[in-house]
């Protein structure tokens, strides 16, 4: 089946593959729910807390990424 991949750490969007129903029990940084349509400037995010996805502006991540 098709599952789509995200970073366990901060959500982001990783791409997808497929994956048999086995190996998806106890598997981390994956959904079977497809994300959200996204333009440029935007990446899909998942909330693991909410189990669904959401668009967050580019910029944003860039900032979070320089206030290390």
Do not use: C, H, I
């Amino acid at each position: 089946m098709k599952v789509y991949l995200f970073n366990v750490d901060n959500g982001l969007y990783e791409g997808e593959e497929f994956r048999s129903p086995a190996e998806l029990e106890g598997a981390e940084g994956v959904t079977r729910e497809a994300p959200p349509p996204y333009e440029a400037g935007t990446a899909p995010v998942y909330d693991r807390n909410l189990g669904r996805w959401r668009l967050v502006p580019v910029a944003s991540l860039r900032q979070g990424a320089t206030d290390d």
